[in-house]
């Protein structure tokens, strides 16, 4: 989203200018709500924004893919989603016109914060569960925009990363009971206490170390590349209908690979130091996963992406949270 300095805000906006320049289809404040050409953008938007979530969602539960139930709940979902960003389209434009005859004019500050924050209401037309996803989404953007203001370099970027992956994997590899809220990250490790349970072997895994870190490698590099494939292809499913070649340079495309290989590298990664601090014992139990999380997140450098940092961050404010909501009710 291109950003305006409040300057140039003031300078294009005057006392003047009404609320027309944001509904332009339609010059009426209340007829513009029930236009069916901003009812059908917010439809196809709304489509395209939640329809890799969901499809997501389905290649996480693979096996679910033939259950009739599982994938009539996933179209219901999508539906249901889109009904939210109808909702939340028509109360920031609806509010936007609301300010506008309560200040008199279009100011710089409010014209969508206040829009933004009221719409927000409309998360509860959605399901419990997809509240939660809605909220990690935007607090993703957030941050996001957070990162990106501060233009770190590919070195510092792949640092703060390893830190933060260290202090996630940590919480995760020693958290005292399964995860049960929903989180975006790609890798879960198993439980410290599970692996102590386990007929007393060294490596939690029942297979060698070598197929162990091999496997978990290609099983994620396979998921990175489906997943950066389908973020690619859904923007551009209009013009491959029309050019079919597109889709086979698409499947070829570097970044497809790279982000594979970022997420394939730092799984593999972590399992061969995981494995190592356990056969070796060098490090007591509960670092192992500080260790391996913070060596693991120089794969980083391979392809720098800034979604992945913002999923680890996100997800470790979620894990330390409810780890002392947790903590600090059952002391």
């Known amino acids: 989203m291109p950003a305006i300095s409040k ?8 006392d003047d200018t009404s609320c027309n320049v944001i509904h332009y289809w339609e010059k009426d404040c209340l007829k513009k709500n029930f236009s069916w050409y901003f009812i059908k953008n917010l439809i196809l938007g709304s489509g395209k924004f ?12 693979y096996k679910k893919a033939k259950d009739k139930k599982f994938l009539l709940s ?30 008199g004019r279009l100011h710089y500050y ?3 914060f206040i829009p933004g924050a009221i719409s927000g209401l409309s998360v509860l037309i959605e399901s ?26 590919v070195k510092m970027e792949t640092f703060a990363f390893m830190l933060v992956s260290g202090a996630l994997m940590s919480i995760l590899e020693n958290r005292k009971k399964d995860i049960k809220f929903m989180y975006l990250w790609f890798y879960t490790p198993q439980r410290i206490q599970q692996a102590d349970d386990k007929q007393n072997r060294s490596c939690i895994h029942k297979e060698s170390c070598f197929e162990y870190v091999y496997k978990g490698f ?6 990175g590349y489906a997943v950066n494939i389908v973020r690619s292809v859904l923007p551009r499913m209009g013009r491959m209908v029309q050019k079919p070649s597109l889709l086979v340079r698409l499947l070829l495309n570097k970044s497809n690979f790279l982000f594979g290989l970022l997420i394939g590298s730092y799984t ?10 356990n056969k070796t014992s060098v490090v007591k139990k509960e670092f192992r996963g500080l260790i391996s999380g913070f060596l693991s997140g120089a794969a980083y450098a391979i392809y720098p992406s800034v979604q992945v940092f913002v999923i680890a961050i996100t997800t470790l404010l979620q894990s ?10 059952h002391v």
């Open 7 to 14: 300057e140039l805000f003031y300078e294009k906006v005057t």
């Open 50 to 61: 939640f329809l890799p979530v969901y499809i997501l969602k389905l290649a996480l539960n």
């Open 74 to 103: 996933l179209i219901l979902s999508e539906a249901r989603s889109i009904i939210y960003g109808i909702a939340m389209g028509e109360m920031i434009v609806a509010t936007m016109c609301f300010n506008r005859a309560i200040l």
């Open 110 to 112: 409010p014209i969508l």
């Open 128 to 153: 419990k569960e997809n509240q939660i996803l809605d909220a990690l989404i935007f607090f993703n953007s957030l941050v996001e925009t957070v990162l990106n203001k501060l233009q770190l370099s």
């Open 218 to 223: 290609g099983k994620y590099f396979a998921l």
């Open 268 to 277: 593999g990664l972590y399992k061969l130091i995981s494995c190592y601090l």
């Open 320 to 329: 330390n949270c409810l780890r002392k909501i947790f903590l600090d009710t």
